[in-house]
């Protein structure tokens, strides 16, 4: 514990901690292997094998081939972490609703896993071991030191969807039943667009990738939110009005998080995170405007609690490591 009581992560436990931690998506699996003080010495992207089976085999490999670029046993690893998206019982290592994965029915990946490698194994949901990897990571936009760690911190997914990992005080919260951080499907607009979830004018359907395709659909074959932010660059007027409905959107999803959570940092991460400093841009302008017209969020000051997840790091592969060697459980 530090002076305030808040728990403070152990960053390199004793004996080996050569630990491989795996970021499963729907079309690749990014595994790094991280030495005793959390830093990355070799990683490996793979093509997503779909179906259990599938996942199963691809997850061994990686961590095969990672052991061998490095002149490790496997055997020698200290644990090895998987995220991934669906429902995840982190306590048996099961996994279910993993669509993009090909995964419907409630799979014990987790067992499958450890049996052919003969190393613990913990699976967890993709958020969690990305606010997990971006702890490690940021700090205020800068890389972390053991001694500038980030103890309370969400980590906003911009992807198809919207959802948030959350870590307080130093500790992951899941929810009761896995439902932490579903902030996306909060509304955000009455009798707004309908989501997929039933309801209408979820937070999702206006501040995601999915959002943005809908709103700006790709001309030119690059991702609708580089198009998007690139014509508003250019003064289109249009684009100007969706991008700045996005911001607004955004915005709202940081202001959630902060005021229900008071978290230190907020940081961007998923798929629209790539648009890097535009983005941050047009999020942290909305939140000042906002300030402007009320003393409480000014008080708060949530532009300055807003960070991108560093373009550089795996941060979901580095939180799933820390995971698989016993940190943050």
Request: hydrophobic share 45%.
């Amino acid at each position: 514990m530090n002076t305030q009581g808040i728990p403070t992560p152990h960053w390199a436990p004793v004996g080996s901690q050569w630990s491989v931690g795996l970021d499963v998506g729907g079309t690749k699996v990014l595994g790094v292997l991280l030495d005793a003080d959390g830093v990355v010495t070799h990683q490996l992207r793979s093509a997503t094998v779909g179906g259990a089976a599938g996942v199963v085999e691809t997850a061994v490999s990686v961590v095969e081939e990672l052991c061998a670029g490095a002149g490790i046993p496997v055997g020698e690893l200290a644990g090895v972490g998987i995220g991934l998206p669906g429902v995840v019982d982190p306590s048996d290592g099961t996994v279910e609703h993993a669509v993009n994965l090909g995964i419907e029915e409630r799979t014990p990946l987790g067992s499958l896993v450890a049996e052919r490698l003969g190393v613990r194994v913990r699976v967890e949901n993709d958020l969690t071991v990305a606010v997990v990897g971006a702890a490690h990571t940021v700090d205020g936009g800068h890389a972390s030191t053991q001694d500038a760690v980030v103890h309370d911190l969400a980590f906003l997914a911009l992807g198809t969807g919207l959802a948030a990992g959350l870590l307080l005080e130093g500790r992951l919260r899941r929810g009761s039943t896995g439902g932490a951080g579903e902030i996306g499907h909060l509304t955000l607009v009455p009798d707004g667009l309908p989501c997929k979830c039933g309801q209408l004018g979820c937070l999702e359907q206006y501040a995601s990738g999915s959002a943005l395709d809908t709103a700006w659909p790709s001309k030119y074959g690059r991702p609708a939110p580089e198009e998007l932010f690139a014509a508003a660059e250019a003064g289109d007027a249009e684009a100007i009005v969706i991008r700045d409905q996005f911001a607004w959107a955004v915005a709202a999803a940081v202001r959630i998080l902060v005021l229900t959570c008071d978290v230190e940092l907020v940081v961007i991460g998923g798929g629209v995170s790539a648009l890097g400093q535009p983005l941050l841009r047009a999020v942290t302008a909305e939140l000042e405007r906002e300030a402007h017209s009320s003393p409480f969020l000014a008080t708060m000051g949530l532009a300055r609690r807003v960070s991108l997840a560093p373009a550089d790091v795996p941060v979901g592969a580095v939180g799933a490591a820390l995971l698989g060697r016993g940190e943050y459980v």
